[in-house]
């Protein structure tokens, strides 16, 4: 019966959204009305998210167990946060530049190490995988297009050379078009499974 | 009955195929073989139960019978007290001894043959041509025709204990959570079970199914395995016929033993299987083998190269940040997509109010300020509107930092936080007119600026987020011009969007950001991470090649050193 009830109601939830692109006038404060729910759940989703990541910080610090000094610097910075964005507002200069000159280059700085991961991987790419033509091809492609990525060649009064850079960029366009068209089409039949609840995200599957 | 056996998979086929059902492999020139399992006399199937294990499915039959009956004699009970009648002349010391209702018991079973119950019938008959089948096989010699006479009178007085017993309540309490049908046998057995306990095995064969399901369910016996045939003493090696073992014998309770016929599976095995076989033997005695435990051999001079290498890199790209002369990008490296964003950016007309959508991380904010700073300083003109909408949760303070680049004298306005992109989308474009809406519905959402705007700038830094935007919008709103500023990982995979015409114009990544800066603004910001960032992509590709060669010609080696 709960069964029954969730799938009659994605049913229905899914057509009405469906059907708002083609009567939108008669259905619109509907789909306000359920966009409206849609973001509020995602907010209310957002919240026990943080209280569960608080919630095993603080046991992980009660408990004294590996990692524990690590809890003690995440809650302390939760908590200098939340409680700077209470008493300032998020628009104020000094609440921004104290998220931000953190934020920005703590994450950068881990977009760094997965450059050079990356970098690495290409260098045992040969001696993990040998002289293959996937793996050749992989790498020759690599290179060549982080070599026009910088824009060295210079392409006027040659019009060969500026045809084969042409061509060559547009070489990663096929490859970018088969993946969306694949997305695309994966996409649709996601949508029409869970439509007629042959899969259940909601519930078990 | 004789089948065709293909000699590929070794599937049954009929004598009148041609080729195999299973795998369509030919069957010609095959010679019909008996059809393994049928060469045993009376086409038995492979049973461990003995009879009175088969016939449980009308014993449980009987069972619910049984309760039927056992419950109408409970209602009965009480209005027959005054009916007592006579005990039989013939044993007339023992009839003063028994209780009233047992006298009346057994009574009522000689007057009516169906009272003692189905069940006990069966039980009884069990009895009988099991003695009988007995009787037969010990006449052969005198002391055994002896001891079954003293059994045949052990019997007597265990039927009669058990006729005694049939409505009696047993001493042992149902326990909580027995089974209906263990509990009618508990209930029908009663006391017996203990009794019989003394009696010889021979004697207990008709109930030893009953006594072991009781004994198993109150933890008296334990459920044993039943033996394993060795193939390897009971055929030789490679024989492939069928195999009778007669005379095997399972245990069913504590010392009870039921004897049974093992017939071993049929085992036909074609010389693929074989080979297959041999191969995953092989295998595994070569995994189990015991090898030296291989250590890392790491060169001394390995932490000295990537020191050397990391300080290279660092360095190199610090150094071009604060010295040498700013580049000039050339004119012809300019893409149809960074065309259309200098069109709109240069663009005089109709640019009251732009809708920005912030939908990049904090970790990209550099790269995408890059991009998008000389296309917002030189679109947004003093008095525009700004609409900002985020779908990252730093959107907001990354937004204001953005913006502050850009002019002070903006009219902002913030339209809010999204959780999902499609969402944002969908919400902020349909604005349409309702003929009709909820009465005293609150009012969610922030009051939204004059629709339309004049058009949509993006800003991700991944091609999810920003595809999100796109398809929404230019589903519900097709003549708003979107434009896109991002990174240069979410580039290559939003183009088709630009080429598809969802989206009007686009710039992703450094270069070209400094191209785009070049044309507008001469120099920046841009064109000097520019350089950085050629250097960084410079020393990554010599890297890459120098390690390939080294790392391929090392390859190279220890397979020349194998195969040597």
């Known amino acids: 019966m709960k069964k029954m009830l969730l799938a009659a109601l994605t049913l229905i939830v899914g057509l009405t959204v469906l059907a708002g692109y083609f009567f939108r006038a008669e259905l619109s404060p509907v789909l306000t009305l359920i966009i409206d729910w849609g973001i509020l759940l995602l907010g209310v989703a957002g919240l026990i998210g943080l209280g569960y990541l608080v919630r095993m910080h603080l046991a992980r610090l009660f408990r004294r167990e590996k990692g524990g000094f690590y809890s003690l610097i995440a809650l302390l910075g939760f908590v200098f946060s939340l409680a700077f964005g209470l008493v300032y507002s998020p628009h104020h200069p000094f609440f921004r530049d104290l998220i931000l000159n953190v934020q920005v280059p703590v994450e950068a700085s881990l977009l760094a190490i997965l450059a050079v991961s990356l970098l690495y991987a290409s260098l045992r790419l040969i001696r993990t995988r040998g002289w293959t033509l996937l793996s050749v091809g992989f790498l020759f492609g690599a290179v060549l297009s982080l070599i026009l990525n910088l824009a060295f060649f210079r392409e006027e009064g040659n019009p060969l050379l500026a045809e084969m850079i042409a061509f060559l960029r547009g070489i990663p366009m096929a490859g970018g078009r088969g993946i969306l068209l694949g997305m695309a089409l994966g996409g649709l039949i996601v949508g029409l499974r869970v439509l007629f609840s042959i899969n259940r995200p909601y519930g078990e599957g | 009955m004789t089948v065709l056996i293909c000699p590929e998979c070794g599937a049954e086929n009929p004598l009148e195929a041609e080729s195999c059902r299973e795998c369509g492999a030919s069957l010609v020139n095959i010679l019909p073989s008996e059809k393994p399992g049928e060469d045993f006399p009376g086409d038995e199937p492979f049973d461990f139960a003995s009879q009175d294990a088969n016939d449980l499915p009308g014993l449980l039959q009987s069972l619910k019978q049984e309760d039927d009956l056992s419950t109408l004699d409970e209602t009965q009970e009480p209005s027959e007290p005054d009916g007592s009648e006579e005990a039989p002349s013939e044993e007339p010391q023992e009839q003063d001894a028994l209780p009233e209702w047992l006298r009346r ?53 265990i039927e009669d ?26 209930k029908i057995k009663g006391d017996t079970f203990e009794e019989e306990e003394t009696l010889s095995p021979e004697d207990q064969a008709g109930d030893s199914l009953l006594q072991w399901l009781v004994a198993l369910e109150s933890g008296q016996a334990t459920a044993q395995e039943i033996p394993e045939v060795d193939s390897d003493e009971t055929a030789p090696e490679g024989d492939t016929q069928a195999q009778k073992a007669e005379g095997e014998e399972i245990g069913i309770g504590d010392g009870d033993t039921m004897p049974v016929s093992l017939i071993e599976p049929v085992l036909d095995v074609s010389r693929e299987e074989q080979e297959l076989a041999d191969k995953l033997r092989s295998t595994i005695a070569d995994e189990k083998t015991a090898r030296p435990e291989r250590t890392r051999e790491e060169p001394a001079a390995h932490w000295v190269v990537l020191l050397i290498l990391a300080v290279l890199l660092i360095g190199s790209l610090s150094l071009s940040l604060f010295f040498g002369n700013q580049v000039r ?14 069109d709109w950016a240069e663009d005089s007309e109709d640019k009251t109010a732009v809708l920005l959508i912030f939908e990049y991380a904090a970790g990209y904010a550099n790269e995408v300020e890059r991009v998008a700073l000389p296309v917002l300083q030189q ?50 474009t349909d604005q349409t007119a309702a003929g009709w809406e909820f009465i005293d519905y609150p009012e969610s959402k922030k009051p939204l600026p004059e629709w339309p705007f004049s058009a949509v700038v993006i800003l991700s830094n991944s091609y999810e987020g920003a595809a999100g935007w796109v398809e929404q919008m230019s589903a519900l709103d097709p003549d708003r011009p979107i434009y896109l500023l991002v990174t240069a990982q979410a580039g290559p995979l939003l183009q088709p969007y630009y080429q598809s015409g969802q ?36 020393i ?25």
């Open chain 2, 379 to 428: 679109a947004i003109q003093p008095g525009t509107t700004i609409g900002m909408a985020y779908s990252n949760p730093s959107g907001l303070l990354l937004s204001e930092r953005l913006i502050d680049q850009v002019d002070d004298y903006l009219k902002l306005t913030d339209l809010g936080y999204y959780p999902t992109a499609a969402l944002g989308a969908y919400g902020l």
């Open chain 2, 503 to 538: 989206v009007a114009g686009m710039v992703s990544g450094m270069t070209e950001a400094a191209v785009v800066e070049t044309l507008l603004a001469g120099e920046g910001q841009a064109l000097v991470r520019w350089r950085s960032y050629q250097i960084g992509v410079l």
């Open chain 2, 105 to 157: 018991i057994r009574q009522r079973a000689q007057e009516e043959e169906d009272s003692v119950g189905e069940i006990t019938q069966k039980i009884a008959a069990a009895k009988d041509t099991l003695a009988d089948d007995k009787q037969g096989q010990q006449h052969e010699n005198f002391s055994a025709w002896l001891e079954s006479v003293q059994k045949e009178e052990k019997q007597k007085s």
């Open chain 2, 161 to 186: 204990t058990t006729e005694v017993e049939i409505d009696g309540e047993g001493d042992r309490e149902p326990q909580p959570g027995d089974e209906d049908w263990l509990k009618r046998i508990r």
């Open chain 2, 329 to 342: 990008m050339p004119q012809g490296t300019v893409l149809p997509q960074n065309e259309a964003v200098l």
């Open chain 2, 540 to 564: 990554c590709l010599i890297v890459i090649v120098i390690g390939v060669i080294l790392n391929g010609s090392e390859l190279s080696t220890n397979e020349r050193r194998v195969r040597s």
